[in-house]
């Protein structure tokens, strides 16, 4: 026999698979469950907004909420709670005449959970007796106030909750120290209360008495000055806040922070401007005021009128271009994660820097030193589309159920903007709208609450990862 020749380091052993081995493997893959899209987190909060109103509204409509001991319309109950858990301050009945103690109580609780956030509130709660937090409560909390992340977001809660009892009573000290020179100790405290968080909550809600409502404080500026500067703590932002308390120099400031303050300030003051140059000579507001009330007048009614609500004239009297520029205010509104509505303060900024860009030559948005993501910019427009279609949608069904009564189309959209904005400025038509109208209306508020961001969100079907692009095509602008 030949002997087999030894292998050598350099050979190489090839095998060939069998052909069992070459067949093709089936895998059974199952269909895959999608997410039940009825319990997505903005549903969630709007499934607490509308229990909430249901409770309030029930309570409200009891004899025991109102003044004369009657039975209050199903309406005007509804109607009042739902001004309350959305912080708007629409009134269809005299907050301090038609209600009595327990229905005013009522009303300052219903304000109270709408400001801090339903979920945000009952989390709380269940943080004080031990229960954990899931992940879906804590996406929920998120969406809620405003926050970037998932960690930290229980310890970020105990935070907001904190400061915001302590800004209460803060603000109800400064308050009272001001309302008890006009009403008896007792009295004045309430009165402080509810106006403290009514400021923060920017609700614009008052149960002071028509002699002395809140055009009755004028002659009181500090207490004008003291809920002015609530309105502002409450309209900027938690986030804000904190970045602002952290950081304490604007050249530290995260971005979102410096778009909020610098067009927030540049919102104030060109309101302040435009109602004291367009209600200057009118005699029905400020005319026949010193320049230093009117001055006084303009920076309170642009700080409050863009979120609050508070007034101190008669606003129904103001000229058709403080209505018109003010109806622009009350469509912004103030900053994300705040107690205010509108489209945001934060997307006005974006749009307007994106636009700047876009006259300089620029392919992105940016803003002081930084690019704002594409995604940002698109999410920013489409709030803004949303926001339009609703108020144009709204305003021209009310044209149809008021034919009846002889409305101005101005006003109307006022009453529409101040709903969808969760502002509470009046031109004093609420009262005398139809059943369908104030049902408008409260969906208008509801929606306006939660943010038009945060529906289509929910409604809208579950992102996929592409794998491909379509072609770019150009087309013809301007």
Same mark, same amino acid.
């Given at each position: 026999?030949?002997?087999?020749?030894?292998?050598?380091?350099?050979?190489?052993?090839?095998?060939?698979?069998?052909?069992?081995?070459?067949?093709?493997?089936?895998?059974?893959?199952?269909?895959?469950?999608?997410?039940? &899209? *009825?319990?997505?987190?903005?549903? @969630? =909060?709007?499934?607490?907004? $509308?229990?909430?109103? %249901? /409770?309030?509204? +029930?309570? !409200?409509?009891?004899?025991?909420?109102?003044?004369?001991?009657?039975?209050?319309?199903?309406?005007?109950?509804?109607?009042?709670?739902?001004?309350?858990?959305?912080?708007?301050?629409?009134?269809?009945?005299?907050?301090?005449?038609?209600?009595?103690?327990?229905?005013?109580?009522?009303?300052?609780?219903?304000?109270?959970?709408?400001?801090?956030?339903?979920?945000?509130?009952?989390?709380?709660?269940?943080?004080?007796?031990?229960?954990?937090?899931?992940?879906?409560?804590?996406?929920?909390?998120?969406?809620?106030?405003?926050?970037? &992340? *998932?960690?930290?977001?229980?310890? @970020? =809660?105990?935070?907001?909750? $904190?400061?915001?009892? %302590? /800004?209460?009573? +803060?603000? !109800?000290?400064?308050?009272?120290?001001?309302?008890?020179?006009?009403?008896?100790?007792?009295?004045?405290?309430?009165?402080?209360?509810?106006?403290?968080?009514?400021?923060?909550?920017?609700?614009?809600?008052?149960?002071?008495?028509?002699?002395?409502?809140?055009?009755?404080?004028?002659?009181?500026?500090?207490?004008?000055?003291?809920?002015?500067?609530?309105?502002?703590?409450?309209?900027?932002?938690?986030?804000?806040?904190?970045?602002?308390?952290?950081?304490?120099?604007?050249?530290?400031?995260?971005?979102?922070?410096?778009?909020?303050?610098?067009?927030?300030?540049?919102?104030?003051?060109?309101?302040?401007? $435009?109602?004291?140059?367009?209600?200057?000579?009118?005699?029905?507001?400020?005319?026949?005021?010193?320049?230093?009330?009117?001055?006084?007048?303009?920076?309170?009614?642009?700080?409050?009128?863009?979120?609050?609500?508070?007034?101190?004239?008669?606003?129904?009297?103001?000229?058709?271009?403080?209505?018109?520029?003010?109806?622009?205010?009350?469509?912004?509104?103030?900053?994300?994660?705040?107690?205010?509505?509108?489209?945001?303060?934060?997307?006005?900024?974006?749009?307007?820097?994106?636009?700047?860009?876009?006259?300089?030559?620029?392919?992105?948005?940016?803003?002081?030193?930084?690019?704002?993501?594409?995604?940002?910019?698109?999410?920013?427009?489409?709030?803004?589309?949303?926001?339009?279609?609703?108020?144009?949608?709204?305003?021209?069904?009310?044209?149809?159920?008021?034919?009846?009564?002889?409305?101005?189309?101005?006003?109307?959209?006022?009453?529409?903007?101040?709903?969808?904005?969760?502002?509470?400025?009046?031109?004093?038509?609420?009262?005398?709208?139809?059943?369908?109208?104030?049902?408008?209306?409260?969906?208008?508020?509801?929606?306006?609450?939660?943010?038009?961001?945060?529906?289509?969100?929910?409604?809208?079907?579950?992102?996929?990862?592409?794998?491909?692009?379509?072609?770019?095509?150009?087309?013809?602008?301007?």
């Amino acid at each position: 026999m030949e002997r087999d020749q030894p292998r050598r380091f350099t050979d190489r052993i090839i095998r060939r698979p069998r052909l069992r081995e070459l067949s093709p493997t089936v895998l059974k893959l199952g269909t895959r469950r999608r997410p039940i &899209r *009825l319990f997505a987190s903005p549903l @969630l =909060l709007l499934y607490g907004f $509308v229990l909430l109103i %249901g /409770i309030g509204g +029930v309570l !409200l409509a009891l004899p025991i909420s109102s003044a004369d001991n009657n039975f209050t319309s199903l309406d005007n109950a509804f109607f009042t709670s739902t001004s309350a858990v959305t912080v708007t301050g629409l009134t269809v009945v005299s907050t301090s005449e038609h209600w009595n103690t327990f229905g005013k109580g009522v009303i300052f609780t219903l304000m109270l959970l709408g400001g801090l956030g339903f979920m945000s509130f009952a989390t709380f709660l269940l943080i004080l007796i031990g229960q954990r937090i899931t992940l879906p409560e804590r996406m929920l909390i998120r969406d809620t106030i405003g926050g970037d &992340r *998932l960690g930290g977001i229980v310890s @970020l =809660l105990r935070r907001i909750v $904190v400061v915001v009892m %302590g /800004i209460y009573a +803060v603000g !109800l000290l400064l308050i009272f120290w001001q309302l008890s020179k006009v009403f008896p100790a007792g009295e004045a405290l309430w009165q402080s209360a509810f106006l403290s968080v009514s400021s923060f909550n920017n609700a614009g809600f008052s149960i002071l008495p028509e002699s002395a409502s809140v055009e009755g404080l004028t002659s009181k500026y500090p207490t004008l000055v003291f809920m002015g500067m609530l309105i502002i703590l409450g309209g900027i932002g938690w986030a804000v806040i904190v970045d602002i308390y952290r950081r304490r120099r604007f050249s530290r400031f995260s971005l979102d922070t410096k778009m909020i303050i610098t067009t927030s300030i540049f919102l104030w003051i060109a309101g302040a401007l $435009v109602f004291f140059l367009a209600e200057y000579s009118n005699d029905d507001t400020i005319g026949l005021l010193s320049i230093r009330e009117k001055g006084g007048f303009a920076i309170f009614e642009s700080i409050s009128g863009r979120t609050a609500g508070f007034t101190s004239i008669d606003f129904s009297a103001v000229k058709d271009l403080t209505k018109l520029f003010f109806i622009s205010l009350m469509f912004i509104g103030g900053g994300a994660g705040s107690v205010a509505g509108g489209i945001k303060v934060g997307t006005f900024a974006v749009i307007v820097a994106a636009v700047l860009s876009s006259l300089r030559g620029r392919l992105q948005a940016e803003a002081f030193g930084r690019e704002i993501p594409h995604f940002q910019v698109h999410r920013a427009i489409t709030v803004v589309a949303l926001g339009v279609g609703l108020i144009f949608v709204i305003s021209l069904a009310l044209t149809f159920t008021e034919s009846d009564a002889d409305f101005a189309f101005l006003d109307l959209l006022f009453e529409t903007v101040s709903a969808f904005g969760t502002t509470g400025l009046s031109m004093g038509i609420v009262p005398l709208l139809t059943v369908w109208g104030k049902i408008m209306l409260i969906a208008l508020m509801v929606l306006g609450r939660l943010g038009p961001l945060a529906l289509a969100l929910a409604l809208a079907p579950k992102e996929e990862a592409r794998i491909y692009r379509f072609a770019q095509e150009r087309i013809r602008i301007g």
